[in-house]
C-alpha cells in the first residue's frame, strides 16, 4: 500500500524552464513533507520542506505548495539547471517525534542544456 | 558542515553470513533512523533510535538487530543474509525538536552472493 505516491517515473525539461515535480498521499495524519534530491550511489539530500499549517514554502529556486485537501504537494523548480538532473522523492511524516519517513517512488528529472 | 558518516560504503558477503553497518550522526544529532532501498524501489524505514533507547520500529526482519551508543553513533547488525537482503542502507540523523529533518548519509551497499 503506497501511501505517498509520485506518478510520473520521469520528467524531462529544458534548462531554464520550470520544473513541476508532483506527490500525493494518501494518509491524512501526514502534516510534514520533505522533498529529496538523489544522485545514483549517494543518499538522498534534503531540499525543502513544508508543515500541513502553510500552503507554500521558497528557498532560492525550489518551491513547495501543499494542497492539504487534495493531498497533493508539488516541487517547483525555476530556473532548471543541467545539475538538477536526479532522482527526486517525495517524503512524509506524522507531527510527533522519531517519526518516520514515508517516500514515494520517486521522479527521476532530466534537464537538458 | 559535518555530515552523516556511514562504514563501509560497498560491502560483499556470502550467504548465511553476518554483516555490521556503522552510522555516524551529525554532531548534537542524537536521533538516528535506518532505511533500506532496494534496487528500484524506495527506500522503507527499517528503525530508528532517540537517546539510546528504540524509538520506532519498520518493517525489519527479525535477522538484523541495532543499537545506539553513548556517543549516539548506532550499528545495524544482519546477521543469516539472504540475497534478498541486498539492498543501499541508509542511515539517517535528526535533532529532537519540533518538526526535525532527517539528513542521510551516503549509504552502504550490501551485496549478498
Known amino acids: 500500500d503506497q501511501q505517498v505516491k509520485q506518478n510520473s517515473p520521469s520528467l524531462s525539461v529544458q534548462e531554464g524552464r520550470i520544473s513541476i515535480l508532483n506527490c500525493d498521499y494518501t494518509?491524512?495524519?501526514?502534516?510534514?513533507f520533505l522533498w529529496y534530491k538523489k544522485y545514483p550511489a549517494e543518499g538522498p539530500t534534503f531540499l525543502i520542506s513544508?508543515?500541513?499549517?502553510?500552503d507554500k514554502n521558497e528557498d532560492g529556486r525550489f518551491t513547495v505548495f501543499l494542497n492539504k485537501s487534495a493531498k497533493h504537494l508539488s516541487l517547483h523548480i525555476v530556473p532548471s539547471q543541467p545539475g538538477d538532473s536526479a532522482v527526486y522523492f517525495c517524503?512524509?511524516?506524522?507531527?510527533?517525534?522519531?517519526?518516520?519517513?514515508?517516500f514515494g517512488t520517486g521522479t527521476r528529472l532530466l534537464v537538458s542544456p | 558542515a559535518a555530515g552523516v558518516i556511514q562504514s563501509p560504503r560497498h560491502l560483499i558477503k556470502e550467504k548465511r553470513e553476518t554483516a555490521t553497518l556503522k552510522c555516524y550522526p551529525i554532531?548534537?544529532?542524537?536521533?538516528v533512523y535506518w532505511y533500506q532501498q532496494g534496487p528500484g524501489q524506495d527506500p522503507q524505514f527499517l528503525i530508528s533510535?532517540?537517546?539510546?533507547?528504540?524509538?520506532d520500529k519498520g518493517s525489519i526482519p527479525d535477522r538484523f538487530s541495532a543499537q545506539q551508543f553513548s556517543d549516539y553513533h548506532s550499528e545495524l547488525n544482519m546477521s543469516s543474509l539472504e540475497l534478498g537482503d541486498s539492498a543501499l542502507y541508509f542511515c539517517?540523523?535528526?535533532?529532537?525538536?519540533?518538526?526535525?529533518?532527517?539528513?542521510f548519509g551516503p549509504g552502504t551497499r550490501l551485496l549478498v552472493l
Open positions: 539517517a540523523s535528526s535533532t529532537n525538536s519540533g518538526q526535525e529533518t532527517q539528513y
Open positions: 494518509n491524512s495524519m501526514f502534516d510534514y
Open positions: 513544508i508543515s500541513s499549517i502553510k
Open positions: 517524503a512524509a511524516r506524522g507531527n510527533t517525534g522519531f517519526q518516520k519517513l514515508v
Open positions: 554532531p548534537r544529532h542524537d536521533t
Open positions: 533510535f532517540y537517546e539510546k533507547m528504540q524509538s
